[in-house]
């Protein structure tokens, strides 16, 4: 415990009941007891916060990566939606794509072919 081998335990014990006496010593040994109790409360307590402030730190982070992944999908949106752009883009592509009409259009047959299913040789019958 703290280092201390049994013997240096027992030099303190016999000096402690030297100095106190029997009828002080109990009392003494309770003291020392809650003193210890509550630095080991203490630490605990310190521990804990320390942990939690490590927990919110992670947290902290982590939101900070979602904050600027928003970012970015809000700015990718409004250039998607920036209807300036997109109308230039539009008058850009109209541009590039002239519409193209043939010279000439074929010529419609003068008189409409007539379908008929009946043989046309009466060898075939």
């Known amino acids: 415990m703290f280092g ?3 013997t240096e335990i027992f030099l303190i014990a016999i000096v402690a ?17 809650k003193f210890f109790r509550s630095v080991k409360g203490t630490i605990n307590s310190a521990k804990a916060t320390i942990e939690d402030e490590i927990k919110l730190s992670g947290i902290k982070d982590s939101v900070l990566d979602y904050q600027k992944e928003l970012t970015n999908a809000s700015m990718e949106l409004t250039n998607m ?11 850009e ?24 299913f009946a043989p046309k040789n009466k060898e075939e019958a």
Do not use: Q
């Open 93 to 116: 592509i109209g541009k590039d794509l002239t519409l193209e009409l043939p010279a000439s259009a074929p010529a419609a047959p003068k008189e409409p072919e007539v379908v008929t």
């Open 4 to 6: 201390m081998g049994i």
């Open 81 to 91: 939606t920036d209807f300036s752009k997109i109308g230039a883009d539009v008058t």
């Open 17 to 33: 009941i030297l100095f106190l006496g029997p009828d002080k010593l109990p009392s003494t040994m309770v003291e020392i007891a």
